[in-house]
């Protein structure tokens, strides 16, 4: 049984053991955004549903978690939004939907400038460094995953409400009632391999061009270093 164990091919499970986390902290935080946004145009459902909480536990969808960790794209399971509550509710529902991927960017420049800056104190070496470092990207890359997947304008992804914004009242309220139909076209696309290539594609093209951030961190921390290494000789020397 020993021998079986050690001839199986453990990396598929270890890459998806390291990217639970990653996924965890891209998806809560998209939802609460939307749901933080949405408060802020008057909208108290999702605080009331307590969606504004970062215990995950109330955002898992666990089928949506494992695409996330396996595929590089997924979903937690949807904010409530009430958008009577909004004074222009096409405008506020394209706001609170735009706050997911928004938030998602912000956390794939924040993550490669943290990769940056791990490598620049580090020089990348240490058992220690290189798992921060890998989750530092895998966090980003996911994190830009979820942003590009969430801008597809198909109900009930954020894209199709800041797209269809722009449609007459009746159009826009007569296309999000057929949110589920569009679902069921994405999984059967996911499962059937057909959207990651254009996905892979256009996630792969813009984090090749947000590679600069990190490069920015690493710089920061060899200024940092030789800094602390100057003072460290003129105390020296002073002594």
Not at 66 to 89: C, E, H, Q, S
Not at 105 to 119: N, P, S
Request: charged share 15%; proline share 5%; with cysteine.
């Amino acid at each position: 049984m020993g021998e079986v164990l050690r001839g199986l091919d453990w990396s598929v499970l270890e890459k998806i053991a390291l990217s639970i986390v990653p996924a965890l902290i891209c998806v809560v935080l998209h939802e609460i955004s939307h749901g933080l946004v949405a408060l802020w145009l008057g909208d108290p459902t999702a605080k009331n549903a307590g969606r504004l909480s970062l215990n995950p536990i109330r955002h898992l969808d666990v089928v949506g978690l494992l695409f996330m960790a396996t595929v590089g794209y997924g979903w937690a399971r949807p904010v409530p939004i009430d958008p009577r509550y909004f004074k222009n509710p096409k405008r506020g529902m394209a706001l609170t939907a735009l706050a997911g991927p928004v938030m998602n960017i912000l956390i794939t420049l924040v993550t490669l400038f943290l990769y940056g800056l791990i490598l620049g104190l580090t020089g990348g070496g240490g058992a220690l460094a290189a798992f921060f470092s890998a989750t530092a990207v895998t966090t980003a890359y996911l994190s830009l995953s979820l942003a590009v997947f969430n801008l597809i304008p198909i109900p009930p992804m954020d894209g199709s409400k800041v797209l269809f914004s722009l449609a007459s009242d009746e159009t826009y309220f007569k296309i999000m009632r057929y949110e589920r139909f569009g679902l069921i076209l994405i999984l059967i696309l996911s499962v059937s391999g057909k959207l990651w290539e254009p996905l892979g594609s256009v996630i792969d093209a813009v984090f090749e061009a947000l590679l600069g951030v990190s490069r920015s961190g690493f710089s920061l921390a060899r200024r940092l270093m030789a800094l602390f290494g100057a003072a460290k000789t003129g105390q020296g020397v002073g002594a």
